[in-house]
C-alpha cells in the first residue's frame, strides 16, 4: 500500500457519486503524485440503484482522465471494499501490474430511508428471506435475539461497543458521528428491528476512498510510507442464514482468518490493532469470536472490562468502526484499509494508536456470506 | 406516478416460486438424506445431484424472531411486523411472518403452524405473492 485519498464520510448532498469517486483521486495525488495507473478497481455496491449507473467503473476512469486504463467495479455486497482491494493484490502477485488503484465511493442518501432499506434487503436471499419482508437489520436482529438468549448476555454490553464505537470516532476527521454518547442515550434510541436500537446500527452514510497498491519496486520510487499487505484472503458461507447450521458462527470470516494468519505467517497475539466489521454490534461480537479474538459468548465480559478500548492492549476499531465512522457500504472497506495504513505509517493524528505493527483488518458482506481479511504490517 | 423499475415484482417469478411457497415443499438429498429449504441442484452436504421434494409438514417452534420497525417500502403498509426464524418438525429451518399475535406473545420455543396469507402485493403491477406466514399453534 503506497498511498492514499479519503473524505469525511456523511451525508453528501451537493455530490454525486462520480463527484466522491473524482475528489478522494485527487486527495491520493496530492500525496502520491501523478503516478502510474496499470487497473482500476471500483468497489460500489448501490451504483445501479443510488445513481442509475452501470459501468461506473469505466465513467469513473474517464473522469480522472485515466485515459484506456481498464476499470472494473466489484460488487460483493458491503464487501466490495475488502474485495476489490483482494483483488487488486491478487493482480500485483501475478505479475502483470505494478500499480493498481481501488476507489471504494457509495451514495446511500440519494433516496427516502425505506428504498435504502430495500436496497440493503438485497443482500439477503431474495427467494427465501427478502419476500418476507426481512431486512439486513431484522437478519442480524434474530441473530441478536438467539445469542442474548443462549449466552445470558447483559443488553449494556452492546451498549457499552456502541458507547466506544463513538468516543473513538470523536478524534477521527473522517468519522460521519463525531460524538460521544451515554448509555442512557443508547437505551433511549428508538427500536429498528427489536431487539436491535438505533445505537446497535451503523448509519446511512455517503463517501468515497482511494488505496494504492503497488509492487515493492514501484512503492519503493513513488512513495516513502509503505505498508506491507502480509496477506489478503476472502471465504464465502451458506448464503441464507436458514441454512447454517448454527446462525452464531460466522464461518467465512473464520475461515478467511484461518487463511490469512497461515499465509501472514504470524500468530494472533502478534496482532496490535483490530478492524472489525460491526455494521451492527451484534456484528461485531460475532466477528470478535469468530476472528478468534474472544470466546463464544463471553464477549460481553471483554467489552465491559475495556479490554478492546482504544487505550488498551488490542484496541478494535480506534477509528470508530462501522458504528461511528459511519458504513459507506461499497466503500467501507476501503475505508478500513486506508484507516489502517493511516495508523502503521503514524498519519492517523488525534485517532493515532501508538507504534501499531500489525493490524488486522475483517470486512464482511450482507450476514457474513462473504468475507475479506487482510493483515497489514510497518515496513521496518 | 413513474414506476421504480427495479422494486417492481415480477409475475414468472412470483408463478415459478409459487409451489414451495403455496404447499411449503422442501427438499432431500436421496443419498445422505440431508433435508433442506433452499431449493439447489447439489446437495449441500454430501454433493449429490440426486435431490427430491419432501413435504415438511405444518407445525414447528420459534428458534429467534424479530419485530421490523423500520421496513423496506414495500413493506411499510404492515410495519410493524413480527418475523421469525422457525424451526420445522424436519429439522429444517424457514423464515416467515408470524401473525395472529402481538409481538409481546411470541417467544423462542412458541409452538406455530402454517397459515397460508397474502405476503406482499405490488404497488405497482398489483401482483400478489402468496405463501406461508405462521401463526401460534390453535389446538
Redesign the interface.
Known amino acids: 500500500m503506497a498511498g492514499y485519498g479519503l473524505i469525511r464520510v456523511g451525508e453528501h448532498w451537493n455530490k454525486s457519486l462520480r463527484h466522491l469517486g473524482a475528489e478522494v483521486y485527487l486527495d491520493l495525488v496530492s500525496r502520491v503524485g501523478e503516478v502510474k495507473i496499470n487497473k482500476v478497481y471500483v468497489s460500489s455496491l448501490f451504483a ?2 443510488s445513481s442509475h449507473q452501470y459501468l461506473f467503473a469505466p465513467l469513473l476512469a474517464d473522469h480522472l482522465g485515466l485515459e484506456h486504463v481498464p476499470a472494473t467495479r466489484v460488487e460483493a455486497g458491503d464487501a466490495s471494499g475488502g474485495i476489490a482491494v483482494h483483488e487488486a493484490f491478487l493482480s500485483i502477485k501475478s505479475g502483470m501490474f505494478d500499480s493498481v488503484l481501488v476507489i471504494g465511493a457509495e451514495k446511500m442518501t440519494e433516496h427516502v ?3 435504502s ?2 436496497s440493503r ?1 438485497k443482500l439477503l ?1 431474495s ?9 439486513l ?2 437478519t442480524y ?3 441478536m ?2 445469542y442474548m ?1 443462549k449466552y445470558s448476555v447483559p443488553r449494556e454490553a452492546f451498549g457499552m461497543f456502541s458507547v466506544e464505537m463513538h468516543k473513538n470516532a470523536v478524534n477521527n476527521p473522517y468519522a460521519q458521528l463525531r460524538f460521544p454518547i451515554t448509555l442512557e442515550k443508547y437505551f433511549e434510541s ?7 436500537k438505533l445505537y446497535d446500527c451503523a448509519p446511512i452514510s455517503d463517501g468515497a476512498a482511494a488505496l494504492l497498491l503497488t509492487s515493492l519496486d514501484y512503492g519503493k520510487e513513488i512513495s516513502d510510507s509503505l505498508v506491507e499487505i502480509k496477506a489478503s484472503s476472502a471465504a464465502t458461507d ?6 447454517r447450521d448454527s ?1 452464531l458462527e460466522l464461518k467465512s470470516t473464520s475461515k478467511a482468518l484461518e487463511e490469512a494468519l497461515s499465509e501472514a505467517k504470524v500468530k494472533r497475539r502478534n496482532i496490535d490493532v483490530l478492524e472489525i466489521h460491526d455494521s451492527f454490534t451484534i456484528a461485531a461480537f460475532l466477528s470478535l469470536e469468530s476472528l478468534g479474538f474472544s470466546q463464544k459468548g463471553k464477549t460481553h465480559e471483554l467489552v465491559l472490562n475495556n479490554y478492546f478500548s482504544k487505550d488498551s492492549d488490542l484496541p478494535v476499531n480506534p477509528g470508530g468502526g462501522l458504528k461511528a465512522r459511519g458504513h459507506p457500504m461499497g466503500a467501507t472497506g476501503v475505508y478500513q484499509l486506508v484507516e489502517s495504513y493511516m495508523q502503521l505509517t503514524g498519519e492517523a493524528g488525534h485517532f493515532q494508536v501508538p507504534d501499531p505493527k500489525n493490524i488486522l483488518v475483517q470486512n464482511m458482506g450482507g450476514t457474513g456470506s462473504i468475507t475479506a481479511v487482510h493483515i497489514l504490517s510497518r515496513i521496518e | 406516478m413513474r414506476k421504480r423499475w427495479l422494486l417492481v415484482a415480477s409475475a414468472p417469478q412470483v408463478w415459478r416460486e409459487s409451489k414451495q411457497r403455496y404447499k411449503l415443499i422442501g427438499f432431500e438429498c436421496e443419498n445422505c438424506k440431508r433435508p433442506f429449504f433452499v431449493e439447489r441442484v447439489i446437495c449441500p452436504n454430501c454433493k449429490s445431484r440426486k435431490i427430491r421434494e419432501i413435504r415438511l409438514g405444518a407445525e414447528g417452534t420459534v428458534e429467534s424472531f424479530t419485530v421490523i420497525f423500520n421496513p423496506p417500502k414495500k413493506f411499510e403498509y404492515h410495519s410493524p411486523y413480527i418475523i421469525g426464524l422457525i424451526k420445522l418438525k424436519k429439522g429444517v429451518k424457514v423464515i416467515g411472518q408470524i401473525v395472529d399475535c402481538l409481538p409481546q406473545e411470541v417467544k423462542v420455543g412458541l409452538e406455530v403452524e402454517v397459515s397460508f396469507r397474502i405476503v406482499s402485493k405490488d404497488e405497482d403491477t398489483g401482483l400478489i405473492m402468496y405463501g406461508y406466514k405462521f401463526r401460534p399453534k390453535i389446538y
Open positions: 445501479a440503484e430511508a425505506s428504498i432499506t430495500e434487503a436471499d427467494k427465501y428471506e427478502s419476500p418476507h419482508g426481512l431486512t437489520a431484522g436482529a434474530l441473530m435475539r438467539e438468549d428508538p427500536t429498528t428491528a427489536d431487539p436491535l451458506n448464503f441464507s442464514i436458514i441454512d446462525i
